[in-house]
């Protein structure tokens, strides 16, 4: 698989990068530890040495996991993790709720406070039973806290030799600038963000500044929960208590819009190159100018697999432009938001003029 340097670090990763999430369960399902670990070592097997967790990702089963698939292999796998939910204290504010296996809601907060950031990498450090991490992240920025003090934190561990770089995820554009700055000499290695061809925001600044400041991205969310992959026909009704049902995007004329684009655009391409269509959007998202690699999860050994020979599929030019100017003329169908709603933005910006 091609491997490229995540920003000017020193690490360097595959274009294709496991995103250990899923394996968590909670809104995956049940889990199935010993599937989820031939999952990860198929991966690894196959060129796809990198991989990226959370502790709240099962509150701490995928970090688990992920020490275990590596043992024996550390030097082998560059491993990414993140600091700054939390679901084992009650300080900070609420971020989401998510169920734990029983189906309870936990309550995630944020916590940024450098006291936390480290608690956190210490924790991570025994569930992955490593030395010294590869690349932590902020995951999200506390609201209380300026994410340069929790960075700052993350870049004091590091001269502390646990972890060897230091990345944000989810930060605005103003927020990267900062932080970058902040942490100079080392600035930050990289900034995880939601990318992909229905959600192409980052274009527009995140993804040129990220270029021209040597700070790599990671691009999460890259098939859009399957969307992307043609595996959700407009036809399907989702069951309860999942999320995709309220999403917009997921509404059933826009799985439609989708899913056409899909078969007029995309899947002739997939056949000319003996490929899936996920495979192929993974391709066009890999090559996007400022993409340093794509985040893709995978619960069994087969779809590890899959993920990782969409890493090897170079679309040509003419392919690419088919593809991005296909879903750029894209107009999906947004909702019409309520006379109490449309009333209610009305009066703030009234307010905010005055």
């Given at each position: 698989?091609?491997?490229?340097p995540l920003?000017?670090?020193?690490?360097?990763?595959?274009?294709?990068?496991?995103?250990?999430?899923?394996?968590?369960g909670?809104?995956?399902g049940p889990?199935?530890d010993?599937?989820?670990?031939r999952?990860?070592?198929a991966?690894f097997?196959?060129?796809m040495?990198?991989v990226?967790?959370?502790?709240?990702?099962?509150?701490?089963?995928?970090e688990?996991l992920?020490?275990?698939?590596?043992a024996?292999r550390?030097?082998?796998?560059?491993?990414?993790?993140k600091?700054g939910?939390?679901w084992?204290?009650?300080?900070?504010?609420?971020?989401?709720?998510?169920?734990?296996?029983?189906?309870?809601?936990?309550t995630?907060?944020?916590d940024?406070r450098?006291?936390?950031?480290r608690?956190?990498?210490?924790?991570?450090?025994i569930?992955?039973?490593?030395?010294?991490?590869?690349?932590v992240q902020?995951?999200?920025?506390?609201?209380?806290?300026p994410?340069?003090?929790?960075?700052?934190a993350?870049?004091?561990?590091?001269?502390?030799g646990k972890l060897r770089?230091?990345?944000?995820?989810?930060?605005?554009?103003?927020q990267?600038?900062?932080?970058?700055?902040?942490?100079?000499?080392?600035?930050?290695?990289s900034?995880?963000?939601h990318?992909s061809?229905l959600?192409?925001?980052?274009?527009q600044?995140?993804?040129?500044?990220a270029k021209?400041?040597?700070v790599g991205?990671?691009?999460?969310?890259?098939l859009?929960q399957g969307l992307?992959a043609?595996?959700?026909p407009?036809?399907?009704?989702?069951?309860?208590?999942?999320?995709?049902s309220t999403?917009?995007?997921?509404?059933?004329e826009?799985?439609?819009?989708?899913?056409?684009l899909?078969?007029?655009?995309?899947?002739p391409?997939?056949?000319?190159?003996?490929c899936?269509?996920?495979?192929t959007v993974?391709?066009?998202?890999?090559?996007?100018?400022?993409?340093?690699a794509?985040?893709?999860?995978?619960?069994?050994?087969s779809?590890a697999?899959?993920?990782v020979?969409?890493?090897?599929i170079?679309?040509n030019?003419?392919?690419?432009?088919?593809?991005d100017?296909?879903?750029?003329?894209?107009?999906?169908?947004?909702p019409?938001?309520?006379?109490?709603?449309?009333?209610?933005?009305l009066?703030s910006?009234?307010l905010?003029r005055?």
């Open positions: 698989m091609q491997r490229r920003g000017t670090s020193g690490l360097e990763i595959p274009a294709i990068v496991f995103g250990a999430y899923p394996l968590g909670t809104n995956w889990r199935d010993e599937e989820a670990l999952a990860l070592k991966a097997d196959a060129g040495t990198a990226d967790t959370a502790p709240v990702y099962g509150f701490g089963v995928s688990g992920v020490g275990r698939a590596i024996g550390r030097d082998e796998i560059v491993v990414m993790t600091v939910l939390r084992d204290q009650n300080h900070g504010r609420a971020a989401f709720t998510v169920p734990n296996e029983s189906g309870k809601a936990r995630v907060r944020h940024g450098p006291s936390s950031v608690a956190e990498v210490e924790a991570s450090l569930r992955l039973n490593v030395e010294r991490i590869d690349l902020l995951h999200a920025p506390d609201p209380d806290v994410p340069e003090e929790s960075l700052g993350l870049a004091d561990l590091r001269s502390e770089a230091v990345g944000s995820s989810n930060l605005s554009m103003d990267m600038k900062d932080s970058h700055a902040a942490l100079q000499p080392i600035g930050l290695a900034e995880q963000l990318f061809l959600a192409r925001s980052a274009e600044e995140r993804l040129p500044w021209s400041n040597g991205v990671l691009a999460y969310s890259p859009d992307l043609g595996a959700v407009a036809s399907r009704q989702f069951p309860k208590g999942d999320k995709r999403r917009w995007t997921f509404q059933p826009n799985r439609a819009l989708v899913n056409n899909i078969e007029r655009v995309v899947q391409i997939a056949r000319d190159h003996d899936t269509v996920g495979q993974l391709a066009w998202t890999a090559a996007q100018p400022g993409i340093s794509v985040l893709v999860g995978a619960r069994r050994a779809h697999l899959e993920n020979a969409a890493g090897e170079a679309l030019t003419d392919e690419r432009d088919a593809i100017r296909a879903f750029g003329e894209l107009q999906l169908v947004r019409r938001r309520s006379a109490w709603a449309r009333g209610l933005a009066i910006r009234t905010s005055s």
